[in-house]
Every structure is written in structure tokens, then in C-alpha cells.
């Protein structure tokens, strides 16, 4: 109905810092982080200090794009050919606007409250708690309210009417 993709991550990662390997859990417990697509950003690419100033003796090569491929050698006290390569990639979020953070880990239940619904909100929030109402007669007093509105909004009086149905038969 939503259309809706739900992705559980539950992985670590490893990092680095002084030599020392650690895993990292990046996901904080309880956040849901709501996106717009799988595409979060954009890699950015500069140049490498050394495309900027070349050293003399060295070989250079650009395989791909962001990427600077040096190759050397050294004749002390044998002959070595080294190969490096370098590149300045750095992720950038784009549409930091369009990301959306939920914590769950602190969530107050309060209770709904059946006996009436409040039809005077927009109509998401109305079918939401048609939707959680389990009072028939509460559901029927607010369709006879909505259809005697000036202007019935006719997605609220369906999904009152649906909801109706639908306790009707599990009843």
C-alpha cells in the first residue's frame, strides 16, 4: 500500500587506528533512518598532492579517473620496482533534508482511545485511527458525522466503512 522497502542491518564493520583492528557497531539499537532511495550520496573525487606536483623519476598513469597510478624504481642495493596507487574519494550525503531518523528505544504507549474518533484532522491521521478502532459504534457515529459534513472527504467515509466490514466478520 505504501510502498515501502525494509532493510534490517545488523553487520559490523572493521576499523583501524594505530594498527589496532576493532568492529564496530555503526547502527545505533531502537533508530530507524527512513530514506528516499538506496542512493544516500555521491562519491566526490580530488586530486592527489603528488598529480599536483610530480616527482621526477616517477612514472605516472591514471587508470580510471579519481585514481593515480605511480610506479618507481631503486637501484640501492638491488633493483626494486615499487607501485603505488592514491586517490582522494570522499562520500557526500545529498539531500541531507530527504533523511529521516526515528528513535524507538524510548516510546511512551498511550492508550487509543475508541470511544470517539477526532475527525477533526486530516484525513491520514482520521483513517489511522480508523484503522486502530475496535468500538463499532464509535466507527458509526463518526461515519454519520463525515457524511454529514458539507463536503464528505469520501477516502475517511471508505475507510470507516471498511473497518466496519472488517469487524463485523471477525466478530
Known amino acids: 500500500e505504501y510502498n515501502i522497502v525494509i532493510d534490517i542491518v ?12 576493532t568492529k564496530l557497531t555503526p547502527w545505533e539499537a531502537g533508530m530507524i533512518i527512513g530514506l528516499p532511495s538506496y542512493n544516500v550520496g555521491d562519491l ?6 603528488e598529480e ?9 598513469r591514471k587508470p580510471d ?6 610506479v618507481f624504481r631503486e637501484h640501492s642495493p638491488t633493483v626494486s620496482e615499487q607501485t603505488r596507487v ?4 570522499f562520500p557526500v550525503i545529498t539531500n541531507v533534508s530527504r533523511v529521516y531518523q526515528l528513535d524507538t528505544s524510548d516510546v511512551e504507549n498511550e492508550p487509543f482511545d475508541s470511544d470517539s474518533i477526532n475527525l477533526n484532522q486530516p484525513w491520514q491521521n482520521v483513517i489511522a485511527d480508523v484503522k486502530l ?4 459504534d464509535a466507527l458509526n457515529a463518526a461515519l454519520t458525522a463525515e457524511q454529514a459534513r458539507t463536503s464528505p472527504r469520501a477516502s475517511v467515509v471508505n475507510a470507516i466503512e471498511a473497518r466496519i466490514a472488517e469487524l463485523d466478520t471477525a466478530g
Not at 599536483?52 to 605516472?60: D, H, I, R, T
Not at 478502532?133 to 463499532?136: A, I, M, P, Q, T
Open 10 to 21: 545488523e553487520r559490523t564493520v572493521d576499523a583501524e587506528r594505530d594498527g589496532v583492528q
Open 44 to 49: 566526490v573525487y580530488a586530486r592527489t598532492a
Open 52 to 60: 599536483g606536483s610530480p616527482v621526477a623519476g616517477v612514472e605516472y
Open 65 to 70: 579517473d579519481w585514481m593515480l597510478l605511480s
Open 86 to 89: 592514491q586517490g582522494r574519494v
Open 133 to 136: 478502532s475496535l468500538n463499532v
